[in-house]
């Protein structure tokens, strides 16, 4: 088959490697898509250090060699019996095991789940990390109610239009910021309903002169602090990622006045994926995908994720 595999320094090869050989309990899917996701820069960089050379790529969607089905591929391997958190062996797809930027992958049969009928393949590719990311935040983690006001950062980024059409489909007013008035209007075509260029603007105060949020939804890490400040009384903000820093000071005092909750979250369990289909099911929406490449041509799909110009999901065509 064809795949792209890093290998040492980080140089990407589109080459020829053996068909996978599916283990105990695995299937071997033949992709139609596969999609980005900023992890596949950090396994690329060597900020997780893999066993390399190793096929990247943890989003997919395609056709079980077995069954004929057509199915999505969640990236969630061993969650464990736990909904509060993943177990120790918990891992993700495209690193230590070989990922979907390939024509074929073996998974866990238990990891493949029906394609919603409505979507593309390119759409259904796109789902997987970025959607149920974003699902567990909002209603595994921050348990979001109907009526309440979600402010989501970083208008454009994948997790965050999940995160503003799952939170309008559950009933939530949101708010977005963004440096990009073009990636702010985008974002209220999905549903929000207002935003703030935090180039330009204070983003804090105009949260708060907005009377402050029940939800945060934080990516950047660095900006705990302000997020905090946006919250409301007995508000949640969820965190994941760190594209903007590793390390924060908050201030004491305000944090247990205020009983705030700052809620860590990472990926989805099983349980997650599965709510996560019911509400493509029961939606209208579809994930939002940026720009469709072939499989060769990762490496370019990659620089755009790293300059961070696109809206929505990076695509790759696998057949």
């Known amino acids: 088959m064809?795949?792209?595999?890093?290998?040492?320094?980080?140089?990407?090869?589109?080459?020829?490697?053996p068909d996978p050989e599916p283990g105990p309990g695995q299937v071997v899917v033949e992709l139609k898509a596969a999609a980005l996701n900023r992890r596949d820069l950090l396994v690329r960089e060597g900020v997780y250090p893999y066993p390399l050379p190793l096929v990247l790529g943890s989003d997919g969607a395609g056709v079980r060699r077995d069954t004929g089905a057509e199915v999505v591929i969640n990236p969630g391997v061993h969650w464990g019996p736990s909904e509060e958190a993943s177990g120790p062996e918990f891992e993700i797809l495209g690193g230590p095991d070989h990922g979907t930027f390939a024509e074929l992958v073996a998974v866990p049969a238990e990891n493949l789940f029906p394609k919603?009928?409505?979507?593309?393949?390119?759409?259904?590719?796109?789902?997987?990390?970025?959607?149920?990311?974003?699902?567990?935040?909002?209603?595994?983690?921050?348990?979001?109610?109907?009526?309440?006001?979600?402010?989501?950062?970083?208008?454009?980024?994948?997790?965050?239009s999940f995160a503003v059409q799952l939170a309008v489909q559950g009933g939530a007013e949101v708010l977005v910021t963004s440096s990009s008035d073009e990636k702010l209007a985008r974002a209220r075509e999905l549903g929000a309903t207002a935003g703030v260029n935090y180039g330009t603007e204070d983003w804090v105060a105009w949260a708060k002169d907005r009377g402050g949020v029940d939800v945060v939804i934080d990516s950047v890490g660095s900006?705990?602090?302000?997020?905090?400040?946006?919250?409301?009384?007995?508000?949640?903000?969820?965190?994941?990622?760190?594209?903007?820093?590793?390390?924060?000071?908050?201030?004491?005092r305000p944090f247990y006045f205020a009983q705030w909750s700052l809620l860590g979250t990472r990926m989805g369990s099983p349980a997650d994926f599965a709510g996560l289909i019911a509400a493509v099911e029961h939606g209208a929406w579809c994930p939002v995908v940026d720009s469709v490449r072939p499989l060769e041509q990762a490496a370019e799909a990659l620089s755009r994720l790293q300059d961070g110009g696109h809206f929505g999901k990076l695509v790759l065509s696998c057949s």
């Open 116 to 160: 919603p009928a409505r979507l593309s393949w390119e759409e259904a590719a796109a789902l997987p990390l970025a959607g149920v990311t974003a699902y567990r935040a909002l209603f595994g983690r921050a348990r979001l109610r109907n009526g309440e006001r979600v402010l989501v950062l970083g208008a454009g980024s994948g997790v965050s």
């Open 2 to 17: 064809q795949a792209i595999r890093v290998h040492s320094g980080g140089e990407l090869r589109y080459e020829t490697v």
């Open 223 to 252: 900006t705990w602090p302000q997020s905090l400040e946006c919250l409301r009384p007995g508000g949640r903000c969820v965190v994941f990622g760190a594209t903007g820093g590793t390390d924060v000071q908050l201030p004491v």
